[in-house]
């Protein structure tokens, strides 16, 4: 029997476990699109090649299995290049496979003729064009253990158009086995030993957890060696929640909980667990002070030391390097914590009371830090996507998260848009779960249209948007660095968002009261179907982080 190269390809997602595809149909990639039919692999086809990628890289994020997008020839792997970017930044696991014109018709100007290979290089952890139909099983064996052996991050396959539609013997083409380290790099004992030392001996230790420890599946081991040792933890993305953060250890994350532990003396000895050297573990809004001690655990040995120097680096698996630390950890005696982390409580408490009076009832309009808390108190439990400059910043200060996975936020590239690809994402991941995507009014214009993916495919997720008229963060920054009379391109008006998102099918509700926020959002959920709640808030409300920035002192509320 002969057989094409989409079959190949299907086939190989089967193998290796892949229960949906993410994309945007076009004639290049329609041989995958048809196998995967056959093979009841499910194709969540959205509105733009972006909102493909992000819903990959969210679900990911949200379940820590690598995600997939295929995307046709030239335009469809030009849109899709800010979502790959995204996943590289934050380190996430995913394929994609790229369209491209006929390896025949190179160099004559075909429909859509566009080398996606050398766009992709910088923004992948390793990109391959397939010229061989027989090859395509292997091509995609080793796409998926590049995109999650090691250190994870996006990977990403161009196969021609003529390769991927010719028909070979069956009997012709070998499907690898699947294969992964059943041995990921374990820590040396000597190292260990001095770890634990310096954390014995430490005053005001911290864990700074990031998603690293997610994606090694090290959530739980996080916890046990946290409540084993007494030293509180910081988490990042999608490792928040790990160690609850309504429980005393579980700080927050790192934007926030980085300001009280300066305001608590800050840590003297760091465990860097599964992060990177970044903004804010070693840059300008570092949460590591320059005298402090650092043990930094990674599992790619070029991340240590990267930007600053490390008293101890440790090139070991995130849960290999926990269950290590607790099995030498038993035995040994360790401080108690109480006084630190009371001192870090106090701290946060602190901050809390500055904002108290933006949670006044009678305020308006609405502070869009209310509306943040009201979102995380309907959410208590469940997922919760946020999206946007200062919505973000907002939401960050008011979430508690207390389950790993269930907090997808954008992380180093900063990247707008990914609120309601993400949040549709988590709920084809999670049906059973309410999810919830909080955004800015600027943020939700750039995938608007996958409202209608989320009618199409019954995926009921309800999003509130944070309207403020702006581009909040742009124009702050402008009015509190320049003044009031140097405001432009950063504002939108009023927009009837809810309106616009009814037209696609959807549970719509527009919001000016803060009293009305909570029982739009309960309404939403109980309409069975995707939903939009336009909630006004001030317009005037500057988050702390543009204050930090413009490095001025915020104004009272």
Same mark, same amino acid.
């Given at each position: 029997?002969?057989?094409?190269?989409?079959?190949?390809? %299907?086939?190989? #997602?089967?193998?290796?476990?892949?229960?949906?595809?993410? !994309?945007?149909? !076009?004639?290049?990639?329609?041989?995958?699109?048809?196998?995967?039919?056959?093979?009841?692999?499910?194709?969540?086809?959205?509105?733009?090649?972006?909102?493909?990628?992000?819903?990959?890289?969210?679900?990911?994020?949200? +379940?820590?299995?690598?995600?997939?997008?295929?995307?046709?020839?030239?335009?469809?792997?030009?849109?899709?290049?800010?979502?790959?970017?995204?996943?590289?930044?934050?380190?996430?696991?995913?394929?994609?496979?790229?369209?491209?014109?006929?390896?025949?018709?190179?160099?004559?100007?075909?429909? *859509?003729?566009?080398?996606?290979?050398?766009?992709?290089?910088?923004?992948?952890?390793?990109?391959?064009?397939?010229?061989?139909?027989?090859?395509?099983?292997?091509?995609?064996?080793?796409?998926?253990?590049?995109?999650?052996?090691?250190?994870?991050?996006?990977?990403?396959?161009?196969?021609?158009? =003529?390769?991927?539609?010719?028909?070979?013997?069956?009997?012709?083409?070998?499907?690898?086995?699947?294969?992964?380290?059943?041995?990921?790099?374990?820590?040396?004992?000597?190292?260990?030993?001095?770890? #634990?030392?310096?954390?014995?001996?430490?005053?005001?230790?911290?864990?700074? &957890?990031?998603?690293?420890?997610?994606? %090694?599946?090290?959530?739980?081991?996080?916890?046990?060696?946290?409540?084993?040792?007494?030293?509180?933890?910081?988490?990042?993305?999608? +490792?928040?929640?790990?160690?609850?953060?309504?429980?005393?250890?579980?700080?927050?994350? $790192?934007?926030?909980?980085?300001?009280?532990? @300066? $305001?608590?003396?800050?840590?003297?000895?760091?465990?860097?667990?599964?992060?990177?050297?970044?903004?804010?573990?070693?840059?300008?809004?570092?949460?590591?002070?320059?005298?402090?001690?650092?043990?930094?655990?990674?599992?790619?040995?070029?991340?240590? !030391?990267?930007?600053?120097?490390?008293?101890?680096?440790?090139?070991?698996?995130?849960?290999?390097?926990?269950?290590?630390?607790?099995?030498?950890?038993?035995?040994?005696?360790?401080?108690?914590?109480?006084?630190?982390?009371?001192?870090?409580?106090?701290? *946060?408490?602190?901050?809390?009371?500055?904002?108290?009076?933006?949670?006044?009832?009678?305020?308006?309009?609405?502070?869009?830090?209310?509306?943040?808390?009201?979102? @995380?108190?309907?959410?208590?439990?469940?997922?919760?996507?946020?999206?946007?400059?200062?919505? $973000?910043?907002?939401?960050?200060?008011?979430?508690?998260?207390?389950?790993?996975?269930?907090?997808?936020?954008?992380?180093?590239? !900063?990247?707008?848009?990914?609120?309601?690809?993400?949040?549709?994402?988590?709920? #084809? %991941?999670?049906?059973?779960?309410?999810?919830?995507?909080?955004?800015? =009014?600027?943020?939700?214009?750039?995938?608007?249209?996958? $409202? =209608?993916?989320?009618?199409?495919?019954?995926?009921?997720?309800?999003?509130?948007?944070?309207?403020?008229?702006?581009?909040?963060?742009?124009?702050?920054?402008?009015?509190?660095?320049?003044?009031?009379?140097?405001? +432009?391109?950063?504002?939108?008006?009023?927009?009837?968002?809810?309106?616009?998102?009814?037209?696609?099918?959807?549970? &719509?509700?527009?919001?000016?009261?803060?009293?009305?926020?909570?029982?739009?959002?309960?309404?939403?959920?109980?309409?069975?179907?995707?939903?939009?709640?336009?909630?006004?808030?001030?317009? =005037?409300?500057?988050?702390?982080?543009?204050?930090?920035? @413009?490095?001025?002192?915020?104004?009272?509320?």
């Amino acid at each position: 029997m002969k057989i094409d190269g989409g079959e190949m390809f %299907a086939r190989m #997602l089967k193998r290796e476990g892949v229960e949906n595809i993410f !994309g945007l149909h !076009g004639g290049h990639i329609d041989p995958i699109f048809q196998a995967c039919m056959d093979h009841q692999i499910r194709l969540v086809d959205t509105r733009h090649e972006q909102a493909a990628g992000h819903m990959a890289d969210a679900w990911a994020r949200t +379940t820590g299995k690598p995600g997939v997008a295929v995307v046709t020839a030239g335009p469809g792997v030009t849109d899709i290049v800010t979502a790959v970017a995204n996943a590289y930044m934050d380190c996430v696991p995913m394929i994609v496979a790229g369209g491209r014109h006929p390896l025949s018709e190179d160099e004559q100007m075909p429909l *859509q003729e566009l080398h996606g290979l050398p766009l992709m290089q910088s923004i992948t952890k390793w990109s391959r064009l397939v010229r061989d139909t027989e090859r395509i099983p292997e091509y995609v064996s080793m796409a998926f253990r590049q995109a999650t052996t090691g250190r994870p991050g996006p990977v990403f396959l161009e196969i021609p158009a =003529d390769v991927l539609a010719r028909r070979v013997d069956e009997e012709q083409v070998r499907y690898p086995a699947t294969s992964s380290p059943e041995a990921p790099p374990a820590p040396q004992p000597e190292a260990l030993s001095r770890a #634990l030392d310096m954390l014995a001996k430490a005053e005001r230790p911290v864990i700074l &957890a990031g998603r690293g420890v997610w994606f %090694a599946g090290a959530a739980a081991e996080l916890r046990e060696f946290a409540e084993a040792t007494g030293i509180p933890v910081c988490a990042n993305g999608m +490792t928040r929640g790990a160690v609850p953060e309504d429980t005393p250890l579980g700080l927050g994350g $790192f934007m926030v909980a980085g300001r009280a532990l @300066a $305001f608590a003396g800050g840590p003297d000895v760091v465990l860097l667990l599964g992060a990177r050297l970044g903004l804010f573990t070693g840059g300008r809004q570092s949460i590591i002070p320059p005298g402090a001690k650092v043990i930094q655990v990674d599992i790619e040995g070029t991340e240590i !030391g990267r930007s600053r120097d490390i008293d101890l680096g440790i090139v070991a698996d995130a849960r290999e390097a926990l269950r290590a630390l607790i099995a030498a950890a038993r035995g040994r005696s360790f401080p108690a914590r109480d006084e630190w982390v009371g001192r870090i409580r106090q701290a *946060q408490a602190g901050i809390g009371a500055m904002y108290a009076a933006a949670l006044d009832p009678a305020r308006r309009p609405v502070h869009p830090f209310r509306l943040a808390k009201l979102v @995380a108190e309907a959410m208590s439990d469940g997922v919760l996507a946020v999206d946007g400059g200062e919505t $973000f910043v907002w939401a960050e200060m008011a979430i508690a998260p207390r389950r790993p996975g269930r907090y997808l936020g954008h992380g180093y590239l !900063g990247c707008l848009g990914t609120g309601i690809p993400f949040g549709l994402a988590a709920k #084809l %991941a999670h049906p059973e779960e309410r999810v919830l995507v909080l955004t800015g =009014d600027g943020s939700v214009g750039l995938n608007f249209a996958e $409202f =209608d993916t989320a009618v199409r495919h019954n995926l009921p997720v309800v999003v509130v948007v944070n309207n403020d008229q702006a581009w909040g963060m742009c124009k702050h920054e402008q009015v509190v660095r320049l003044g009031e009379d140097r405001i +432009t391109g950063t504002e939108l008006g009023l927009v009837r968002y809810d309106k616009a998102a009814a037209a696609f099918g959807v549970h &719509a509700e527009f919001v000016e009261d803060g009293d009305g926020i909570l029982p739009a959002i309960e309404r939403a959920f109980a309409s069975g179907r995707p939903a939009c709640v336009n909630v006004m808030t001030d317009p =005037d409300a500057i988050s702390p982080a543009v204050q930090a920035a @413009a490095r001025v002192e915020a104004p009272a509320l």
